[in-house]
C-alpha cells in the first residue's frame, strides 16, 4: 500500500490570493493525480502530475490556474491561483503504485475555503 | 467523452435489509473499481472488476461487472451501521478513472 500525507489539511483565503498544496507518499510511485471533491459531489481529475515534466490537464483545467510540480516520484505540489469562492473544494492527492493492478490511495485531502 | 453515472444518489436503509447501486458508462470499461468513503474520509479502494461478467464477493459485499462491461452493481446484504458512507464506482477507459456521482448510504438501527 502507499501511505499519503497532504498539507496543509485545510485552510481559509481570501479571493484572489493563492495556495500551495503539499502531497507526500512514503514510497516512489510514477502515477499521481490531483483530484477535486465539492461538498457532497464526486471527484473529479484535475491532472495527472508528471516527474520530470509538465503535468496533463483534464478538460476545464488550465496550468495558469492550477500549476502543478513533480519534482521527483515522492512528491507533488499543487497550487491554485487568484482563488475565488468557486474555488472552495476538497483537494486530493491520489497515486496509483505499480503492481496494484490500478487500485489508487487517496491522500486525506486539503480542504479550501476562500472567501 | 466517457461518463459514468451511477444510481441512486441516496439510499437509506434499515439496518438488517439488502440495497444495490448501479453504475452505467456510455463507453466500454477496461474495468472498474469500487470506492468508499466515510463521513469526513477519503476514498478507500474496495474491488477492482476487469472481466466481462465477472463476480466477486467481500463477506456481505457482492460486486459484479456486467458482460458488455458497460455497468456494474454493488449489493449489500444485511445492512449494518458500519456499511454507512458514500459509495463511488469509477471506470476506466483509457488511463483514467471517472467516478460516478457516488451512492450515500445511511442507516437506520
Known amino acids: 500500500s502507499a501511505v499519503i500525507s497532504q498539507k496543509p489539511s485545510r485552510d481559509i483565503c481570501q479571493r484572489g490570493t493563492s495556495l500551495t498544496i503539499q502531497c507526500q507518499v512514503d514510497?516512489?510511485?510514477?502515477?499521481m493525480f490531483w483530484y477535486r471533491q465539492q461538498p457532497g459531489q464526486s471527484l473529479t481529475l484535475i491532472a495527472t502530475?508528471?516527474?520530470?515534466?509538465?503535468?496533463?490537464?483534464e478538460s476545464g483545467f488550465v496550468i495558469d490556474k492550477f500549476p502543478i510540480s513533480r519534482p521527483n516520484l515522492t512528491f507533488s505540489t499543487l497550487t491554485v491561483s487568484n482563488m475565488s469562492p468557486e474555488d472552495s473544494s476538497i483537494y486530493l492527492c491520489?497515486?496509483?503504485?505499480?503492481?496494484?493492478?490500478?487500485?489508487?490511495?487517496f491522500g486525506p485531502g486539503t480542504r479550501l475555503t476562500v472567501l | 467523452g466517457q461518463q459514468v453515472m451511477q444510481i441512486p444518489q441516496y439510499q437509506h436503509v434499515q439496518e438488517g435489509e439488502d440495497f444495490t447501486t448501479y453504475c452505467n458508462s456510455s463507453t466500454t470499461l477496461s474495468n472498474i473499481q469500487w470506492y468508499k468513503q466515510r463521513p469526513g474520509g477519503h476514498p478507500v479502494f474496495l474491488i477492482q472488476?476487469?472481466?466481462?461478467?465477472e463476480v466477486k464477493k467481500q463477506k456481505r459485499l457482492t460486486f459484479q461487472f456486467g458482460e458488455a462491461k458497460k455497468n456494474s452493481s454493488l449489493h449489500i446484504t444485511a445492512t449494518q451501521t458500519t456499511d454507512v458512507g458514500t459509495y463511488f464506482c469509477a471506470g476506466r477507459g483509457d488511463y483514467k478513472l471517472s467516478f460516478g456521482a457516488g451512492t450515500t448510504v445511511t442507516v437506520r438501527a
Open positions: 502530475a508528471n516527474q520530470g515534466s509538465e503535468a496533463t490537464y
Open positions: 472488476l476487469v472481466k466481462s461478467g
Open positions: 514510497s516512489q510511485v510514477t502515477m
Open positions: 491520489s497515486v496509483a503504485p505499480s503492481g496494484r493492478d490500478g487500485e489508487q490511495f
